[in-house]
């Protein structure tokens, strides 16, 4: 009788024995399964921050303040970019931290690597001298310091009067030096409106034809 005990839990630790690597197998295939997830960098931010002020500082010195609701970072995508879904406020300072230049946006976009802005619905800059300008959209080349844009703008210049155009906007980005490329065809070809705040008398608004 102990025989037979012995040689059935002989068998059952033989049994136990073979079918261990069996169940490790099992868990770690179910166990890959359940992380197997897709990453996509260029639609899945990898830093996704709420209410956040920040300040910006270029060649060393601090040149902008940022504040937001929702800041998304999308720093592994082909084109390494910020995104800001819902509505943004910057100001830009000059090198004794006064503010030039302030810009509201509905949404915006902030391509780090071409250090390009995009600022989408509802745009709204004003400069150091009052003025204001309108539009449905506007980028901001920093490489380039200049703002420009192909849809309608809007220039609200107190005691001057109101400018509009589109097709074709471009300033310098404090806002100062601006021209409309083409606000309407004549006989004589497209009309150009350039303005330059920074000088006074006939140099500060001409108008040509191309």
């Known amino acids: 009788m102990k025989s037979v005990q012995r040689k059935i839990c002989l068998f059952g630790m033989v ?5 261990i690597p069996f169940i490790f197998a099992s868990c770690g295939q179910e166990t890959k399964s359940s992380v197997n ?3 996509d960098p260029e639609t899945v931010p990898t830093i996704n921050t709420d209410s956040v002020t920040m300040l910006i500082s270029d060649s060393g010195m601090i040149r902008y303040k940022v504040i937001t609701k929702t800041w998304e970072i999308f720093d592994q995508a082909k084109d390494p970019y910020s995104y800001f879904p819902d509505k943004v406020y910057l100001e830009q300072f000059d090198t004794s931290f006064h503010v030039v230049v302030t810009v509201k946006a ?3 976009w902030n391509f780090s690597r071409r250090k390009l802005w995009r600022l989408k ?3 709204f800059v004003r400069n150091i001298l009052n003025e204001t300008f309108s539009s449905d959209e506007l980028y901001w080349d920093q490489q380039k310091e200049k703002i420009y844009s192909d849809k309608f703008v809007e220039i609200n210049r107190p005691e001057k009067g109101m400018l ?3 097709g074709g906007f471009e300033a310098n980005q404090q806002m100062t030096e601006y021209e409309f490329k083409d606000v309407g065809d004549t006989p004589a070809g497209k009309t150009v409106i350039y303005v330059n705040e920074n000088k006074e008398g006939e140099e500060a608004g001409k108008e040509k034809k191309e």
Do not use: C, E
């Not at 049994?15 to 079918?19: A, R, Y």
């Open 37 to 39: 997830l897709k990453f």
């Open 121 to 123: 619905g509802n745009v």
């Open 106 to 108: 509905d949404t915006a």
């Open 164 to 166: 509009r155009g589109k």
């Open 15 to 19: 049994l136990l024995m073979f079918s």
